[in-house]
């Protein structure tokens, strides 16, 4: 933080809260996963109803270079505070562990709150924040750095950040159950490209089947340029080289529930001990064994987020125009398609599907393609 950025910015605060934080804290205790989102989506529409947006204030800080956070980084006093990382988040309190090696549990200081239209996602699991602590194992997140390389995916009409400030995903698919869906893959990659982070493929529970019918697909992602390791969590094939790709990196694993995410960290890093479904339990369908997105660091040099399964995997803000921008091996040819504003559908001349024809475009990706545009939801 440089002291020649710092100036006063005025800001526009969200007025009075809602309910009594006291209502609410129960509120939230009865409530989890999506139930809570609709629970928060409520709760807002009677903020906006209200349209309490009226309150300014000014505020000693930076004003953010990217957008999507929130609209000033308030300056703090560093010496009574910490820079630490945001191990998870749990209804209003943060996990924070500090550079120095202590954790924390954390509010989130009430001016970050005010400044937040939405609150939820204020603090993130990956965030780098500065907190000021109030005991030895109690403080307030006082800043929340901009952040870069995001996990994120539309629910109920908003953006949701999975995790922040991670350089790659593992998109994690299961070869059994629950059954394998390319296009569901698909759109974690896209998703990968517009986080901007590097894609790596895991195929999991290889034990249960027989590989040489899977290889059109290891071979279509390899051919992207995407590594692809087919693994077992179970026998620990494949888990050496997926430890090789963790090493000096942050990277979140993503994917359904059930396709063995926390089961493969547990396997990579022996004594993890991270919760897993129960054998008895694995054909109740609709059950999330991870329920809240966890940063964990292992001992070889990496840190991993390890996520909840997500049901319905929608893509945010992608627009079918720039839609084939994210499908990297489309790109030589989009400049060749005789229309400009081409959307590779119907129109003639189109070198995107004459390249699909001429089979330089695998046809399920193709597919994928045309699904999302149509907005497909792939369920
Ligand atoms: N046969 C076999 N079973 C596996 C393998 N990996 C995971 N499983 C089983 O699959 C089930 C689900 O594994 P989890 O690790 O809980 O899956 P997850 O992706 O973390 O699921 P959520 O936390 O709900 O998102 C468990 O019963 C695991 O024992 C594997 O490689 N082979
Ligand atoms: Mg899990
Ligand atoms: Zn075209």
Redesign the pocket.
């Known amino acids: 933080m440089s002291a020649d950025k710092k100036r006063k910015i005025r800001v526009e605060l969200r007025k009075n809260r809602e309910k009594p934080a006291r209502e609410r804290d129960l509120t939230r205790q009865y409530l989890a996963g999506e139930e809570e989102e609709t629970a928060a989506a409520i709760r807002q529409e009677r903020v906006r109803a209200k349209g309490e947006l009226s309150r300014r204030r000014t505020v000693v800080g930076e004003q953010p270079t990217a957008t999507g956070g929130l609209p000033v980084l308030p300056a703090v006093d560093i010496s009574h505070c910490l820079p630490g990382r945001v191990l998870r988040v749990q209804g209003l309190y943060s996990t924070v562990l500090t550079d120095d090696g202590r954790t924390f549990r954390c509010v989130v200081r009430k001016l970050l709150r005010d400044l937040s239209i939405d609150e939820r996602h204020i603090v993130v699991t990956g965030d780098r924040v500065w907190i000021r602590p109030a005991t030895a194992q109690e403080g307030s997140i006082e800043r929340v750095e901009p952040r870069h390389g995001l996990l994120t995916r539309g629910a109920k009409g908003k953006e949701h950040i999975i995790a922040a400030n991670v350089d790659q995903v593992v998109i994690?698919a299961s070869l059994?159950e629950p059954i394998l869906k390319p296009h569901l893959v698909d759109r974690y990659l896209v998703s990968a490209e517009k986080g901007q982070l590097r894609p790596i493929i895991c195929f999991?529970?290889?034990?249960?089947v027989d590989l040489v019918n899977y290889q059109w697909l290891i071979g279509m992602y390899s051919q992207l340029g995407i590594p692809v390791i087919p693994?077992?969590?179970?026998t620990g094939f494949g888990i050496d080289r997926l430890k090789e790709l963790l090493k000096n990196r942050q990277t979140v694993f993503a994917?359904q529930?059930?396709?063995?995410?926390?089961?493969?960290l547990n396997a990579i890093q022996p004594g993890l001990q991270l919760k897993?479904?129960?054998?008895s339990e694995?054909t109740q369908k609709g059950?999330?064994?991870?329920t809240t997105a966890e940063l964990i660091r292992l001992d070889f040099g990496a840190w991993v987020v390890?996520t909840?399964?997500i049901r319905q995997f929608m893509l945010w803000e992608i627009v079918p125009e720039e839609l084939d921008g994210y499908f990297p091996e489309f790109r030589p040819f989009v400049a060749l398609c005789q229309l400009p504003g081409c959307s590779h559908t119907h129109e003639q001349g189109c070198a995107v599907k004459e390249a699909v024809r001429l089979r330089q475009i695998p046809m399920q990706r193709y597919e994928t393609y045309l699904g999302l545009r149509q907005g497909d939801t792939f369920e």
């Open positions: 994690v059994a999991n529970k290889a034990d249960l693994a077992s969590a179970r994917g529930s059930g396709v063995g995410k926390s089961s493969l897993v479904r129960e054998v694995a059950r999330h064994t991870t390890d909840p399964g």
